[in-house]
């Protein structure tokens, strides 16, 4: 049995070891949301406090255009990524056929390989069948990494559901679509929700990728913001940038907590 003054020291390092490391993570986060409110242009010294860097966002009509841009290639790609990895997930967790663990490490793939290959292998893709870039193309390109992360989170779900009520309810005359609509599908959607709240953020957040499949004039979030620290990082980027880690941080805090009810009222 420790010495009561041995267990304090453990907790006194383990408490310093912890705040030091927490500090390493978001000490960055934390000066450059304090210099979002800087009066000055530049990020050198403090001038007194102001909020028109936010206001000037609300104003800008290359960020909101970027915006724009962003959102609809997030909400085209989660939506058909939810469609097509919850499928994917239940192939793979309830039916067998030849090649299926081949085909499940093929599936994750992309949550591995680095963003600049997937990037560089969809341009030549495209150009190779003469596809002129646009909007869509950063769709289809996003739709690649989307799939994979709706399809493992549905997956973790699905494993912790019991089989036999699908099987109860074909027994009962359900047809294996009434089975899967009425009896799985409720079941899944913790995990389809916060597999689609991560794709959505990673999305959002994705610069390579996006600015390898973009065409002409084509600008998202990501891509706009680059271009503009090019020059220095100004305080309209530091607010714009506290703006996305505070949605980025509430969508997967949302994620986690579906999540975690999802299996709370699973067990």
Not at 32 to 56: D, I, V
Not at 227 to 241: E, F, H, M, Q
């Amino acid at each position: 049995m420790k010495h009561p003054k041995t267990k304090a020291r453990d907790f006194t390092w383990q408490t310093t070891f912890s705040v030091l490391m927490y500090l390493f993570m978001y000490l960055p986060i934390f000066v450059l949301a304090f210099y979002s409110f800087n009066t000055s242009p530049y990020s050198a010294g403090w001038q007194g406090f102001t909020l028109k860097w936010y206001q000037q966002l609300l104003q800008d009509s290359r960020i909101l255009t970027a915006l724009q841009n962003s959102l609809v290639v997030a909400v085209c790609a989660v939506i058909i990524s939810a469609v097509l990895g919850t499928l994917m997930a239940v192939g793979l967790g309830r039916y067998r056929f030849p090649g299926k663990t081949i085909y499940r490490g093929i599936s994750y793939l992309p949550m591995i390989v680095p963003d600049i290959a997937i990037a560089v292998a969809t341009l030549v893709f495209l150009a190779t069948f003469a596809i002129p870039l646009s909007l869509w193309t950063i769709v289809a390109a996003h739709i690649v990494f989307c799939l994979a992360y709706v399809g493992i989170v549905v997956t973790a779900r699905l494993a912790k559901l019991d089989p036999h009520l699908e099987e109860a309810a074909l027994d009962l005359g359900a047809t294996p679509l009434q089975a899967f609509v009425k009896v799985l599908l409720p079941q899944l959607m913790p995990g389809i929700v916060a597999g689609c709240l991560l794709a959505f953020v990673l999305s959002l957040d994705d610069f390579l990728i996006s600015s390898f499949t973009a065409g002409s004039g084509i600008n998202t979030l990501p891509m706009e913001i680059f271009s503009r620290i090019r020059t220095g990082v100004k305080p309209d980027i530091n607010a714009l940038s506290v703006i996305l880690i505070i949605i980025s941080g509430c969508v997967a805090f949302l994620a986690e907590y579906i999540r975690d009810r999802g299996e709370k009222e699973n067990s």
